[in-house]
């Protein structure tokens, strides 16, 4: 066996954060770990239904899995608890957390070093294979980003997590998914030497693309200050970015 798998499985070494804001509706998770892709193996989130993080040696089909049951009207604690109870669940984690904010774990028992969840009001944080206090700095950074949108809690949370040593192996992907909103979140770094850093860099480029697109939207039903002004505001947050550097001259020159 080699390192990283148990019985042939790939474990996802991984540390996590799955909320839902009451305020906006969305609900998501930002996840990172010292494997590839981990917002392609660990994070699934359903519109109307939740967001699961299945970690450590968990097949991929939980997630979807643990959804299709809190879609048939499970709460998180009993679709937590039927994922926990199929075979081998030991060194498995999986953290859910429904469209109402109701959150439920399992950390099996043999997952490896510092491994373990801490549920609150609308979230759940959760990790194994984790540098020592990565666990609580994950819940202090959530507890401490308290009024921030729920984009910028995640990250921040994750943020704090990464620089607390994160995965024990070291940095390789991360991902921030959010559901609820008619445009979804969903931004990954599959292979960097600091994910987390360059996720965030990404989340002020879609917050920069999502201004353009108002601002575009202004533009074309003739509100020529609030388009310009919009389209500013997008070029502060990404200068340079080709996309909206492309589409500007066209707002811009509403003006003229």
């Known amino acids: ?48 239904v939740g967001v699961v993080a299945a970690q450590a040696s968990s097949p991929l089909w939980h ?5 299709d049951l ?6 998180p604690e009993e679709a937590a608890a039927a994922m926990a109870a199929l075979p081998e669940p030991e060194e498995r984690q999986l ?25 609150g009001e609308h979230v759940s944080v959760q990790g194994n294979t ?15 980003a308290r009024g921030r949108p729920l984009a910028e809690r995640l990250l921040a949370a994750l943020l704090a997590g990464d620089r607390a040593g994160g995965d024990r192996r070291g940095r390789q992907s ?18 960097a030497a600091d994910p987390v850093a360059e996720l965030g860099r990404l989340l002020t480029v879609d917050r920069a693309h999502r201004l353009f697109r108002e601002a575009y939207a202004r533009h074309r039903e003739g509100c020529r200050d ?26 811009l020159g509403a003006e003229g």
Do not use: Y
Request: proline share 4%; net charge negative; charged share 20%.
């Open 95 to 119: 953290a859910v957390v429904d469209v109402r904010g109701g959150v439920a774990a399992w950390t099996g028992p043999d997952c490896q070093g510092e491994a373990g969840h801490r549920l």
């Open 174 to 191: 991360a991902a921030l998914l959010l559901v609820g909103e008619d445009d979804p979140v969903d931004l990954r770094v599959d292979d």
């Open 63 to 67: 997630g979807n899995a643990a959804l």
């Open 226 to 251: 609030e388009a310009v002004a919009l389209l500013l505001r997008s070029q502060e947050l990404a200068p340079g970015d080709r996309l909206i550097g492309t589409w500007a001259p066209r707002i």
């Open 1 to 48: 066996m080699t390192p990283g798998t148990v019985g042939g499985r790939l474990r996802f070494m991984t540390f996590s954060v799955i909320a839902h804001d009451p305020a906006s509706g969305l609900t998501g998770v930002a996840v990172a770990s010292c494997v590839l892709a981990v917002g392609a193996r660990v994070a699934t989130a359903r519109r109307g």
């Open 130 to 144: 984790l540098a020592d206090g990565v666990l609580h700095t994950l819940w202090t950074a959530w507890e401490a």
């Open 70 to 75: 809190l879609a048939r009207g499970a709460s």
